[in-house]
């Protein structure tokens, strides 16, 4: 009977180290597993930003043919700065994706529509282009509280009207609609720029209708809160 309960002991001990192997293999399988997971993600991340650079990069010559005569981008001056334009310098400003893409494909103000002299893989190329390398002057402005609420009071009694920002839609939907701010944000010398200028039959000037202190307020705090 002992020489029966020490064979059965062994054979209990023997199992339990054959289960501990099993559970350790089972863990270094796991940990494999993980790694290689990530291995395979990274590897699709690269992919995926590779052919983005390659899009971007197919996206240049498109805006060179079809833009660059109006709009300035990577500090490339596309007509001299002492014309009074509305074209936005493209440096200047940040505009995200969808907006871009709208752009191009119906036109806006004094542009007009190139969806149907470039194929669909030149237009996806010049979107990702503009959207990748605008905004190269666009940068937060250094402002504190109080300049920016009186920054925003200016922009209710004046911009709100046209103008959509911080999720808030223009409040005269039956107006000619401004920029909307949502969707594009400027730096503080563009925003500065057009509120001394103006735009003819479109915008009023503010030369003389606001103080130097209220153009730069209005101008940090469309800066800070556009493009959200």
Same mark, same amino acid.
């Given at each position: ?58 996206? =240049? ?10 709009? &300035? !981008?990577? /500090?490339? @001056?596309?007509?001299?700065? +002492? ?17 871009? =893409? ?10 007009? &529509? !190139?969806? /149907?002299? @470039?194929?669909?893989?030149? +237009? ?32 209710? /009694? ?39 200028? /103006? ?30």
């Amino acid at each position: 009977m002992v020489a029966t309960n020490e064979g059965d002991g062994r054979v209990r001990r023997a199992m339990a180290c054959v289960l501990l192997l099993v559970l350790a293999l089972a863990g270094c399988g796991s940990d494999n597993s993980k790694d290689d997971q990530a291995a395979a993600a990274a590897a699709r991340a690269r992919a995926k930003a590779a052919q983005h650079a390659r899009l971007v990069a197919a996206g =240049r010559p498109v805006f060179q043919k079809k833009c660059a005569l109006c709009h &300035t !981008i990577e /500090g490339r @001056i596309a007509h001299p700065t +002492f014309i009074e334009s509305t074209i936005p310098n493209l440096d200047e400003v940040k505009p995200r994706a969808e907006y871009v =893409r709208e752009r191009v494909e119906i036109g806006g103000m004094d542009m007009p &529509t !190139i969806k /149907g002299e @470039i194929s669909a893989h030149e +237009f996806d190329a010049v979107v990702a282009y503009v959207t990748e390398v605008s905004g190269s002057r666009v940068t937060e402005p250094e402002a504190d509280a109080r300049q920016l609420a009186m920054g925003r009071g200016v922009f209710e /009694g004046h911009c709100a009207a046209c103008h959509a920002i911080s999720g808030r839609r223009a409040t005269n939907d039956g107006g000619i609609p401004g920029t909307d701010f949502n969707r594009v944000k400027p730096n503080e010398a563009f925003v500065i720029r057009q509120a001394l200028r /103006g735009i003819t039959d479109t915008m009023p000037s503010y030369r003389g209708k606001l103080t130097r202190a209220q153009l730069h307020a209005v101008a940090a705090y469309i800066t800070t809160n556009a493009g959200e």
